[in-house]
T-cell receptor, first 114, second 112 residues
């Protein structure tokens, strides 16, 4: 059971480049999330989705875009990469939003913008 | 919005108990979670407590919730070197969907 899979694991980008961080889950979860983790900080929510075709902004959405065309996939797009976007990015999923529905996390993508 | 605070570091000797503390600001937090992050890995759910509970025990883990003081703690009994990791407290608000607010994480170092 793969759970939540993120690719790539590491990436170095130049300022102004764009890229897509991939996230896929095989648990048939409705809810999916993107977080960023900066050193000494907790995770901050970038975007989330409650189902295919539905996305919404989190706490720190500026500079990012998402789409959710299928239940399984939730890619995160960086346009015009900036040094402030150097971070570790985590994708997570959960079955739904009701009751105790723990979020399951991928192993992260470590992104450096130089 | 919700603010979740944790101390950054804790060092204990192997075999001792570890207590990791967390404070939060929003009294409408319904579920409160503890996640563990090992180096280079994602977050792994350790345990959780619902807001109508004061305590929950799960093998070596004991969670205590003081709603009056908005204080959550995680006690790890007989701490082992394999427990060395970063521990995150996270809260979920009423009506917040399943969005979580995370603390800064506490780095636990277990020394021999």
């Amino acid at each position: 059971n793969a759970g939540v899979t993120q690719t790539p694991k590491f990436r170095i980008l130049k300022i102004g480049q764009s890229m897509t961080l991939q996230c896929t889950q095989d648990m048939n979860h409705n809810y999916m999330y993107w977080y960023r983790q900066d050193p000494g900080m907790g995770l901050k929510l970038i975007y989330y989705s409650v189902g295919a075709g539905i996305t919404d902004k989190g706490e720190v959405p500026n500079g990012y875009n998402v789409s959710r065309s299928t239940t399984e996939d939730f890619p995160l797009r960086l346009e015009l990469a900036a040094p402030s976007q150097t971070s570790v990015y985590f994708c997570a999923s959960s079955y739904s939003g009701g009751g105790h529905q723990p979020q399951h996390f991928g192993d992260g993508t470590r992104l450096s913008i130089l | 919005g919700e603010d979740v605070e944790q101390s950054l570091f804790l060092s204990v000797r192997e075999g001792d108990s570890s207590v990791i503390n967390c404070t939060y600001t929003d009294s409408s937090s319904t579920y409160l979670y503890w996640y563990k992050q090992e180096p280079g890995a994602g977050l792994q759910l350790l345990t959780y407590i619902f807001s109508n509970m004061d305590m929950k025990q799960d093998q070596r883990l004991t969670v205590l919730l003081n709603k009056k003081d908005k204080h959550l703690s995680l006690r790890i009994a007989d701490t082992q070197t394999g427990d060395s990791a970063i521990y995150f407290c996270a809260t979920r608000l009423t009506g917040g969907g399943n969005k979580l607010t995370f603390g800064t994480g506490t780095q636990l170092k277990v020394e021999l």
